[in-house]
């Protein structure tokens, strides 16, 4: 048993303050990779959460970012899922990571991308770019996510094919999941619908979701209407200009942002980076 081998003497050196072990890792394309961890005990997080992960730098102190959690809240672990910046301080060191090694976990879960920061609606849409995708992974197998609403809807745009691999996964083992099935209620995934795209590579669906949605080819790929704050709710996660175009088309259709201490209609949040 290499992994319990592994894990045991990691234990043995456990010396990081909020060490949690890393039990799995997966490199999806030369720039993007995920990883999953042990999960303290005490940790509780709402899905779409993020929390302060890292390593000690070269003089012992912690180099931490802020990720999202990927996995959902039911899970035993966590994870993650990460761009591999160039000479990023973080990214370039953690990208090294295997089962076995620790890593630094502040247990204090927060963020604007939950339910709570949202009114009841009937459709939500989660809009994300590249590694935006992650704390959709962890909503997607909420089953608060098809308890509040009648259709999901995951649009994600990436440059090529392959950063699209993670969410095509993502989805097909949701569809899959007899335990979620079992815990979300018998045909849910027939609520989730996924709309990925690519800007730079060939693929069935391209251009960025922006322009999809401005010429209204989105919609009647979706076969639904426009948004509307009566019906529908979004939550964006992805890079700066991407959020910022998304929060202005989305104001263009009536919705307001909504924060946890007064839920609105959409809610963004930055997908981090080094
Ligand atoms: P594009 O290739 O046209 O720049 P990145 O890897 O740079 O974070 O980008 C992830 C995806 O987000 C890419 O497909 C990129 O498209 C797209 N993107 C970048 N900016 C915007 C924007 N303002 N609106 C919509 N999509 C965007």
Same mark, same amino acid.
């Given at each position: ?86 000479? @990023?301080? *973080? ?5 090294? &990571?295997?089962?076995?090694? =620790?890593?630094? /976990?502040?247990?204090?879960?927060? %963020? ?49 094919? @392959?950063? *699209? ?5 993502? &989805?097909?083992?949701?569809? =899959?999941?007899? /335990?979620?099935?079992?815990?979300? %209620? ?89």
């Amino acid at each position: 048993m290499p992994d319990r081998q592994a894990s045991s003497s990691a234990s043995a050196k456990k010396t990081l303050p909020d060490a949690q072990t890393v039990t799995e890792v997966r490199h999806w394309t030369d720039r993007l990779f995920s990883f999953r961890v042990t999960r303290p005990r005490s940790l509780r997080f709402r899905s779409g959460e993020f929390v302060m992960i890292g390593l000690l730098d070269d003089n012992g102190k912690p180099l931490l970012r802020a990720y999202s959690i990927a996995s959902p809240a039911w899970d035993d672990e966590l994870e993650f899922y990460s761009i591999k910046v160039p000479d @990023g301080p *973080l990214t370039s060191r953690l990208q090294h &990571i295997r089962p076995g090694d =620790q890593i630094i /976990l502040r247990p204090k879960p927060v %963020g604007t991308l939950v339910h709570d920061a949202l009114l009841p609606g009937r459709r939500i849409w989660f809009f994300a770019t590249g590694t935006g995708i992650a704390p959709f992974a962890s909503l997607l197998r909420d089953p608060q996510t098809y308890e509040d609403y009648d259709e999901v809807i995951l649009t994600h745009t990436c440059r090529e094919l @392959g950063e *699209l691999e993670y969410g095509r996964r993502l &989805i097909e083992d949701i569809r =899959q999941n007899e /335990l979620l099935e079992e815990l979300i %209620g018998k045909g849910f995934a027939d609520k989730l619908r996924y709309y990925p795209t690519t800007t730079r590579e060939e693929s069935p669906k391209m251009g960025r979701i922006t322009d999809l949605m401005r010429s209204g080819e989105a919609f009647e790929d979706l076969g639904v209407a426009p948004l509307s704050p009566e019906t529908d709710r979004a939550m964006v996660c992805g890079n700066l200009a991407f959020n910022l175009e998304l929060k202005d088309m989305l104001e263009g259709y009536g919705l307001e942002e909504g924060a946890n201490s007064d839920p609105k209609t959409y809610v963004v949040e930055k997908a981090f980076l080094d």
